[in-house]
């Protein structure tokens, strides 16, 4: 089973962007799936989530008013949607699946089991120019 995202690219500030995540041979019906980030020297940190069946969502500070995680269904794919981009979110995007989620959607939730319990994928990079 293998996890793919995509839809990275560079980008100026204030620019726009979709990524996608796809899970080639599982299904999301019953995941919690985000996306993470990784700036250059920089540890991972949670961007976004989302509660597949419920479509409860969660995001990070940073990520709020910005950056909309959504899903299609029918496509079985998660989507991130970036506006208003900055420099500073220059990273490699990752997505990543639990298939055991606490339907809670709480931050404990989001911070410590996801991080820790989810399959991650390959990233895709986005770049913000300034």
């Known amino acids: ?3 793919q995202a995509s839809g990275g690219g560079l980008v100026e500030t204030g620019g726009s962007l979709r990524l996608s995540c796809t899970g080639s041979g599982r299904s999301f019906s019953n995941s919690a799936v985000g996306w993470f980030r990784q ?3 920089k540890g991972r940190e949670l961007v976004a989530g989302i509660i597949w069946s419920g479509g409860n ?3 990070e500070d940073f990520a709020k008013g910005r950056f909309t995680i959504s899903r299609e269904h029918a496509e079985n794919t ?3 949607s ?3 981009l900055k420099t500073e979110d220059t990273a490699v995007y990752y997505c990543a699946v639990d298939d055991h989620p606490d339907h809670s959607g ?3 939730y989001w911070n410590v089991v996801f991080r820790r ?3 991650w994928g390959q990233g895709t990079l986005v770049t ?3």
Request: no cysteine; proline share 4%; hydrophobic share 30%.
């Open 106 to 108: 709480s931050y404990y």
């Open 57 to 59: 969502t969660y995001y």
């Open 82 to 84: 970036m506006d208003s």
């Open 117 to 119: 319990q989810s399959d």
């Open 39 to 41: 700036a250059p020297g």
């Open 128 to 130: 913000v120019s300034s």
């Open 1 to 3: 089973v293998q996890l």
């Open 78 to 80: 998660a989507y991130l």
